[in-house]
Structure formats: C-alpha cells, structure tokens
C-alpha cells in the first residue's frame, strides 16, 4: 500500500463490494505486469535478486511507472525456479538468472517476443512449451487453493479482495447464521488435512457445542516432515485464504479468540501471516464489529519453536499456553477441552483454506471434486527421484501412478520405481503392485500408510528400504517429546535394532523385536506421534521383507546401499588403468599404474564412493555382500577396441 | 450431583459416577490394574501405559490408558488378556532401559508378575541405567510441595532426565515429600544428597 494512502474501513458487504470494484477500476488490465515467486524455493534460487534487477532495468529503462513488478508466493514447480509470469500475455519463464532481465524487459514486455531458452522445456521430448496448461507438471493438477498463488502479492490485502477475497466472509456473517455455516460445511464433508481426515464440521459442531467460554480456533502450521512445505506455501503465498477461513470458523463456532500456530523456521509465512492479520484489523475484516456486523474476533500469532512433536493438537495447545509442547491424554477430545481446558478447535492450514471456497460455491460444488468419501483437491509435495519436483495440488481419487508418471514425469535417470512414501515420517511406503490406489484417505491407510499432511516421496530401485526405515525412526527419535515409554523407548530400541540390521548384525531376534515393540507402541503409545511411528517399519517389513531376510541371513544389501554390508570393486575387464580413481581416492585405497589393472585394497578403503563416481570406464563395481572375487595385482590391461 | 454411568469390567457389572476413570471404577469394584506413574492423590498422567486395558464399544475394540479415560455407559473393559500381558511385559522390559535390571519397589514386583526379562533390551548397552523411568511422580510431587519444581524434566526424547535446578536445591535439602513415591526405589532418602543430578553438571558434562 501506498503511503498516505486512507486505509478503507469495510462496514458493510456493500462496502466490500464498492472497494473491490474501486481496485478494479484503477487496475489497467493490459498493465504489463511480472509476477515472480518469492517463496522459500525461489528466493533460495535467487528470486529476490531477478527481483531487484527487474526493478533497476525498469528504472534504467523509465518504465518504472509503465511495469508493475508482484513478488508473489509458490507457483508449484520449485525445482525449475526462480519462476516468473508474465501478464497479460500469460508468458511463463523458468529459472531465470538475473542477468535474463535486460532481455526480458526489452523484448517480452516491450515488443510482446518470447525467449525461447527460458520457456518450459520438456525433459523427455526437448519441446519447448509456453502455455501453463500444457506443461504435463500442471496439466493434470486441480489448482483450486494454489492457483491464485501465482496472482496475488500476500502482503497487499487489494490484491486478496481484487479476486474476489473475503466474499466468503461477507455472505456466512450477512446471509448464514453460524448453525448454517457448520451445515454447510459437514454437508461438503471436508476433511481435516492436517493427516487425520476428521470431518471438519463434526469437530466445529462440537466446539460450538461444549460448554465454555471464550472458545477458541485455532490454525496448525507446524509442518515438520522431512521434505514437505504445502502448508508453508499457503501461509506465504495466499495468507489471506487462510485467514478467511479462520474467521469464519470463529463465526460458526462462536469463538472471539484464534490461535495461529507457525514454526520459527518459516520466517517469511510468520512474516507475511502478520502483516494479513494487521491490514485484515486496519480493514475491519478482524477485530471488533467485523465488517459492520455484532461479530468480534481477533487473531495472534504464536510462533512455535520447532518440535516436531508440537503439530499434535493436544502438544500444540500445551505450547500456546506457554508450556513445554508435550502431549497430553486425549480421551476428552480437545475440541471439548483444549486451550486452558476450554474448548478449541484446531484444523490445519490447508483445511481452513478451503473453507471460503466451500461458503462461497456451495457444498454441493464441492462434493463433485474428489471422491464422495474424500471430496476436494489435496496439496502434495511431490519430491525424490522424479523429473518433476514442487508442490501439486489434485482431486482426491487420482491414482498414485498419475501422480508420480503424469504429474511428477516418472523416475529420474530412466531408473525403476520402488516405493513412494506418503504421509511423511510416520508414514508408510506403499509399492509398485498398489500404484493404481486412487489416493484419499482412507485407502492409503489401509495400506498402512496414511495421507498425512502430504508429503510424498518417491524412491527409485537404489534405495534400501530397511535404510528407509532407519531414517525415518532416527527422525522421530530426534523428535519424540520422551513422556511416554512406549514411543521413548521403543524408538530407541527400533534404531538400534534397523542400525544392526544395516550394519550387518542383524539376527531372527531382531525381527522378534521389531514385532513385540511395535505391537506396543502402536496400541499404548500416548499421542499419535508413538502409534504412527512403527508404520516406516511395519510397511518396509511386510513389502520388502526380502530385503530384510537378504541383509540378516546373507549380509547382503540388494540395493547396495548400506555401507557396511557393499564394497567397491575395480573389474579387471573394464579397467583401463588410467589412473584416475587412484589420484581421487582420499584413502590411498588403490593401486596402480599405468597398463597395470588397478586393485582396490578393502582394507584401506572408506567406501567414501568417489572412485566409483570418478570412473569414465564403469570399471567401478558396487557389490554386495561386500566379499570381491580374489583379485592379483600385476593384470595387464585389456585395452577396449 | 453426577451421574451414575453402569459399565462392564472383565465381566463384571460395575456401577460409577461420571467422570471417573477406568482406572478409579475398576479400584472401586476390587480389581486391580497395575500402575506406575499413577498416584490418587494427583491428576493422572498417561505417561507409563502400563494401566493399558481393552475396551469395547459398538463392536470397536480399542486399547487406552485407564488411568486417564473416562467411565462410559455401556462400555466392556478387560483388564487382562494375552495381548494386554503381552504390551505390559513390553512396557516393561522397555523400562528397564532407562531404570537398569537393579530396580526395586514396583518396576520389580511388576516384572516378576509379568514375566518380564527386565535385561532384554539393557544387554543392548542402549544407556546407562539411572534407575529411573520418567514416570514424573516426584516432579509432579515436588511441584504440590510449593517448591515450584526443584527438579524437573530436562532435555527431549531419549534424552529426557530429571534434574535438579541449582538455584532450588536449597529446598530439596529438607523437604522429603517425594520420598517412598518412586516406582523404582530410587528415592529412598532425601536430605543433605539428593538422588538428582544438578542441571548444571548435566550440561557441562560433569555428570
């Protein structure tokens, strides 16, 4: 907003209506304007420097009044970022350097030409392409809450209420009653995102309905899965959405206090959520009287400091009343006694945003997205060894294939698929024969996975699953709060017991183990953090027990992953002695000269890799057991024809 | 006036008031439910599971803590099965680590009913015992004491213990109120040395 600028206090819908219409009017449509994501993933990128230099060449240029530059949240495809749109032709560049920029502003916005080089090219056929809905990434995506990501700059509210923000609001305060509103939402039967997938408006109704006062909502953006940013994306690009959302929940629920939780670590959603909440207070869209009705509501931050274990809803209410976040027994659901054992009503970020979309397009629209049981879109983070990384947005009921193949353009390096891990760290991996699982919630849990908050991690033929599962139970050990026993301990016996089995000390005992201890933790532990956590486990077990069997009974790492059951190995038929990996080698590991095959001496060596990344040749062998075939030194080189 | 709520315990008709527990209804109709980090006079905890029962409701059976779930009308609750036996000498065994295979007062009564290796999982050299399960008591006593916690819970995770905090040790010095509540027996006395290490010397590494 523009200084000296008199803020609008909306008192009415018709107030509403009239400062939209205002923004519009003084919005040229054919404005050349660029939108470039300044999210975590492209500023990483060095999004904040195209930025900069689009603002000096704008200036060199004198058409710093003629170009409107929006530094707008995640477009989705991270992985070619930093992104950027162009409007109004709708010209989509990827990972622009800033040195692109000159070129940029003298021949797309100038003279409308589009630079082939930066265009989307597609990894497999070469083609460029230059329309958004053709790009296969985005062709099969239902971007209902990330679309408007790419439009909106979060930390102008005009922009939010330009696209028709807030409308949401205006009709469930003006048109609704809050019972109403609670109908209308069980009626879409939208289900929590958080993970659980709790109907949204059952757990509402019983807020509004448990004796107490004050209430309270709150949003959940604890997000601590390795790899997963959907609700950071949200938060950062479009918190507005989230805020609406919010509001309206309060209004159904009758609360006049909200919570929105967010981690430390994301700096830029804190920053961009708290400027939402201090221009929503300047507009009276928050705050006492909203928009000229008898409703009051206020909103604060509190900023968690990074426990994974805090995203439990009990632990998260514990940390916002200012304790060590630890969860605490749910048997009385924290909808009925929560915050300060009033009733609260806690949904993740991602549910919240959905819920403006469903009070303005009714719940029968969205009851045609997705599957009956499972209606709308959900937000995926799509990453590991696929061609196409970022966040996705698609309807419940797409296949797991269609994500991973059509969206995500299959397995990197032509590789084969293994496994793909949802749900994030307690999770499961779920593999090849179930590809064809239309993904909702409740068939990923019948594989014993679960959809979780949405992370998705896709695992090629060189992973090994008991490595896997060592790497998510070293993640919950790290992250478990230790107030009960079963989770406590349990994880603590289950990494020593897969790090065993990884190092090649696996023994039947370990397998008897992991069966007794998981029982218990899945069926005693305190918070779902401890029940959930055995699911890497019991899911890499019961899909892959071969390679369990592989490493205890023969020592043997199919995958060739784990360090202490492979070795390298130079093929004496391959190796053209020159001399390569022996000057890279940090051990001294190798000897050789020249016409002399080279011989790796396994005791020296570290497995460090570089030899048998190093190697034009492909002489370098990873094997597994780690037991070479006797090798002489003094072999003649076998030259290649 | 509460309600009274009629449920079934291992069989057993068993009347209670609302808000009871599972776990304080099964007490008043004679049966026992192990406990460890359960104490009457203080608001239940949840944190041991050991108390773990098998309910049943709409057909839908469940394991929950009782010390910690509310009575319900209609409810059938089984205090043992093998299952049941099979996650307490679990829990256990899986205590042990922490508290070590030289453990008195309930751990090892506990062990000997269940049938519990308590070296199981200590043979694994995962820690090294302090005879203790976490289990809060003596820092939930403590902090009815009005010490407003000389000890308490540092670090997270596996790396949870229970310290002293220097500047309230003075307290810990003459008061005795947590004495005999510890499931293991390691707070057999108070006084001049007490049974906790001073947070500081944890984080300096002197402990």
Not at chain 1, 307 to 332: D, H, N, Q
Not at chain 1, 562 to 569: E, I, N, P, Q
Not at chain 1, 601 to 623: L, M, S, T
Not at chain 2, 38 to 64: D, L, S, T
């Amino acid at each position: 907003m523009k200084e000296g600028c008199k803020i609008p206090r909306i008192n009415s819908p018709e107030d509403l209506e009239k400062l939209r219409e205002e923004i519009l009017a003084k919005r040229d449509p054919n404005r050349p304007c660029v939108a470039i994501c300044v999210s975590a993933g492209c500023s990483s990128l060095g999004s904040l420097q195209v930025v900069k230099s689009f603002r000096e060449e704008l200036e060199k240029q004198g058409l710093a009044d003629k170009v409107d530059i929006k530094a707008t949240g995640c477009m989705g495809f991270c992985e070619l970022g930093p992104r950027l749109a162009i409007y109004p032709k709708e010209i989509f560049y990827f990972k622009v350097k800033p040195e692109d920029v000159p070129e940029i502003v003298s021949k797309t916005i100038l003279k409308g030409e589009v630079i082939e080089r930066l265009l989307y090219k597609d990894p497999v056929t070469g083609e460029t392409i230059r329309k958004l809905e053709d790009i296969p990434f985005y062709k099969y995506q239902y971007r209902l809450l990330l679309e408007n990501n790419a439009k909106i700059d979060p930390k102008n509210i005009e922009d939010y209420i330009a696209i028709g923000g807030y409308k949401a609001l205006a009709k469930a305060l003006f048109q609704m009653t809050p019972e109403q509103v609670i109908e209308e939402i069980k009626k879409s039967n939208l289900r929590g995102r958080g993970g659980g997938g709790f109907p949204a408006g059952r757990k509402w109704e019983t807020t509004r309905n448990a004796p107490g006062e004050p209430k309270y909502v709150i949003v959940n953006c604890d997000e601590g899965d390795p790899g997963a940013f959907m609700d950071r994306s949200l938060m950062e690009g479009n918190p507005h959405l989230v805020l609406e959302g919010l509001i309206i929940g309060a209004y159904a629920i009758g609360a006049s206090q909200g919570y929105i939780y967010v981690r430390e670590e994301y700096p830029l959603a804190v920053e961009n959520i708290t400027v939402a909440i201090q221009q929503a207070r300047e507009y009276g869209l928050l705050g006492k009287n909203i928009m000229g009705s008898n409703f009051s509501f206020d909103v604060e931050v509190h900023k968690g400091a990074g426990a994974f274990v805090s995203g439990e809803s009990s632990a998260l209410m514990t940390a916002i009343e200012g304790k060590v976040g630890e969860p605490r027994p749910k048997y009385i659901h924290t909808a009925v006694k929560g915050i300060r054992d009033k009733p609260s009503c806690l949904n993740n970020v991602e549910t919240w945003a959905n819920v403006p979309h469903i009070i303005l397009n009714g719940a029968e629209w969205f009851l045609k997205i997705g599957t009956p049981t499972s209606p709308g879109t959900k937000i995926f983070s799509l990453v590991g060894k696929v061609n196409n990384t970022g966040l996705v947005e698609v309807p419940m009921g797409i296949t797991l294939r269609d994500i991973i193949f059509k969206i995500g353009g299959g397995i990197r390096g032509g590789k084969k698929f293994k496994a793909v891990q949802t749900g994030g760290p307690s999770g499961g991996v779920i593999p090849e024969q179930y590809l064809d699982t239309p993904v909702d919630f409740d068939s990923l849990t019948k594989l014993g996975s679960m959809m979780g908050s949405g992370g998705m991690i896709v695992m090629d033929e060189d992973t090994c699953m008991v490595d896997v599962a060592r790497f998510f139970i070293n993640f919950l050990l790290e992250e478990s709060c230790g107030k009960c026993i079963p989770c406590r301990e349990g994880l603590r016996v289950l990494n020593k017991v897969l790090t065993d089995i990884c190092e090649g000390r696996g023994s039947e005992e370990h397998l008897r183990i992991i069966e007794d201890v998981t029982e218990t933790m899945k069926e005693a532990s305190l918070c779902a953090l401890g029940t959930t956590a055995v699911n890497p486990v019991l899911t890499t077990l019961n899909y892959f027990r071969d390679e369990y069997e592989a490493h205890i009974k023969e020592r043997r790492c199919p995958a060739k992953v784990c360090k202490a059951l492979t070795a390298y190995y130079i093929n004496p038929d391959k190796c053209q002695a020159c001399l390569i990996c022996l000057r890279n080698c940090p051990s001294g590991a190798i000897k050789g000269e020249r016409d002399i095959v080279h011989v790796i001496d396994q005791e020296k060596c570290i497995k460090c890799g570089i030899c048998y990344a190093v190697c034009p040749f492909g002489a370098v062998e990873k094997i597994s057991p780690p037991v070479p075939p006797p090798v002489r030194y003094g072999i003649k080189v076998k030259r290649k024809k | 006036m509460s309600k009274e709520v009629v449920l079934e315990i291992d069989g057993k008709t068993v009347k209670a008031k609302e808000g009871m527990t599972l776990l304080q209804a099964a007490k008043s109709a004679g049966i026992e439910i192990p406990t460890l980090c359960y104490h009457e006079e203080m608001e239940p905890y949840g944190a041991c599971r050991i108390c773990v029962v098998e309910i049943e409701r709409n057909g839908r059976k469940r394991i929950v803590a009782s010390c910690c779930y509310p009575v319900e009308d209609g409810l059938k609750v089984k205090t043992r099965s093998p299952k049941i036996d099979r996650i307490r000498k679990t829990i256990l065994e899986l205590a042990a680590i922490t508290a070590g295979e030289d453990v008195g007062g309930k751990v090892a009564s506990l062990a000997y009913e269940y049938n519990a290796d308590l070296s199981r999982f200590t043979s694994m050299k995962l820690t090294t015992p302090m005879k203790c399960i976490l289990c809060g008591l003596c820092v939930r006593r403590c902090i009815e004491a009005q010490w407003d916690n000389a000890i308490d819970f540092v670090g997270r995770g596996v790396n949870r213990r229970i310290a002293l905090l220097p500047e309230k040790a003075y307290a810990c010095k003459t008061c005795s109120y947590c004495y005999g509540i510890c499931p293991t027996g390691r707070i057999t006395s108070v006084g001049p040395n007490p049974p906790f290490p001073l947070v500081t010397d944890i984080l300096t590494g002197r402990e």
